[in-house]
């Protein structure tokens, strides 16, 4: 059973860090493009940042120098590291695994079969 577990979520003030982890079980994400998603109420879905199998970064403009992405293969996590966090920044985050391996591609375009159930982050100003 594949599982994806985020945690690291809740609330800050503008300015403030938050690092949120998601813990991977079921599918190895070495071999897999994986990524950060958020939604806030009302609004779609956004790729946040993706990681590829050789570690190539991908960031979405709204978040380009204050966010970090990052992986542990061993350890099968996944992590975004966000700083200067601004009110705009609140919403659910989700991680996320391509279902196909190898793929040497990664962006948030991709096809992401398996999804974790979202950290809430609410950042105050």
């Known amino acids: 059973q594949v599982q994806l577990v985020e945690s690291g979520g809740g609330s800050v003030q503008a300015g403030g860090s938050l690092s949120l982890s998601c813990a991977v079980s079921?599918?190895?994400?070495?071999?897999?493009?994986m990524a950060w998603f958020r939604q806030a109420p009302g609004k779609e879905r956004e790729g946040v940042a993706t990681?590829?199998?050789?570690?190539?970064?991908t960031y979405a403009d709204s978040v380009k120098g204050r966010f970090t992405i990052s992986k542990d293969n061993a350890k099968k996590t996944l992590y975004l590291q966000m700083t200067s966090l601004k009110p705009e920044d609140t919403a659910m985050y989700l991680c996320?695994?391509?279902?196909?391996?190898?793929?040497?591609?990664?962006?948030?375009?991709?096809?992401?079969?398996?999804w974790g159930q979202g950290t809430q982050v609410t950042v105050s100003s």
């Open positions: 996320a695994a391509v279902g196909a391996q190898w793929r040497t591609v990664c962006d948030s375009g991709q096809l992401f079969t398996y």
């Open positions: 079921g599918v190895t994400i070495s071999s897999r493009c």
């Open positions: 990681i590829s199998i050789n570690g190539g970064t």
